[in-house]
T-cell receptor, first 115, second 112 residues
Framework: DAMVIQNPRYQVTQFGKPVTLSCSQTLNHNVMYWYQQKSSQAPKLLFHYYDKDFNNEADTPDNFQSRRPNTSFCFLDIRSPGLGDAAMYLC??????????????FGPGTRLTVL | DQQVKQNSPSLSVQEGRISILNCDYTNSMFDYFLWYKKYPAEGPTFLISISSIKDKNEDGRFTVFLNKSAKHLSLHIVPSQPGDSAVYFCAATLTGANNLFFGTGTRLTVIP
């Protein structure tokens, strides 16, 4: 089955220790997104890749970076995690950038805990 | 500023009855609306959508209604089943935008 896979599902890191979250997709979609979702809040877009084109949301902290080495994989790097970065991180894909009729397909998420 | 709002954090409904989940938005430029369903430990999955040129879209037990003048949409589930118990997210976007703007979700519990 075509899908979006996120590893690990649960990640524990220490305050200030860099961490990388991974996302892969078998859908061959052009666009990959990273969302942050804190408890009882709406998912919030951090950035997205359209092919190799990186697009950062204006309010995404510099602490968050991303890499997309190929179509299938996308990584979220948090350079110095703070306690406020504890959240669920959702990866999503879509065939093209958002337009009418273009829904996004989500992975199961990685829950990040910062100690 | 939250552009998509789901003011009911939770809803309980008896099996077989209708579930109505509501969503309000503030940006009149939104032209496409989606509902996602999320089970625990899984990512959101697409459920149903509606374009702003329509006021209703139906897919089996699920119907979405859009009232553009009120900037309001609702998801109706008839009849509700225990397997429908999940968190439902409303999302909106506009043509050419990269972002889906999500609400905070409504947890639906269908009681057998």
């Amino acid at each position: 089955d075509a899908m979006v896979i996120q590893n690990p599902r649960y990640q524990v890191t220490q305050f200030g220790k860099p961490v990388t979250l991974s996302c892969s997709q078998t859908l061959n979609h052009n666009v990959m997104y990273w969302y942050q979702q804190k408890s009882s809040q709406a998912p919030k877009l951090l950035f997205h890749y359209y092919d190799k084109d990186f697009n950062n949301e204006a309010d995404t902290p510099d602490n968050f970076q991303s890499r997309r080495p190929n179509t299938s994989f996308c990584f979220l790097d948090i350079r110095s995690p703070g306690l406020g970065d504890a959240a669920m991180y959702l990866c999503a894909t879509s065939p093209r950038v958002a337009s009418a009729g273009n829904e996004q397909f989500f992975g199961p998420g990685t829950r990040l805990t910062v100690l | 500023d939250q552009q998509v709002k789901q003011n009911s954090p939770s809803l309980s409904v008896q099996e077989g009855r209708i579930s109505i989940l509501n969503c309000d938005y503030t940006n009149s430029m939104f032209d496409y609306f989606l509902w996602y369903k999320k089970y625990p430990a899984e990512g959101p999955t697409f459920l149903i959508s509606i374009s702003s040129i329509k006021d209703k879209n139906e897919d089996g037990r699920f119907t979405v209604f859009l009232n553009k003048s009120a900037k309001h949409l609702s998801l109706h589930i008839v009849p509700s089943q225990p397997g429908d118990s999940a968190v439902y997210f409303c999302a909106a976007t506009l043509t050419g935008a990269n972002n889906l703007f999500f609400g905070t979700g409504t947890r639906l519990t269908v009681i057998p």
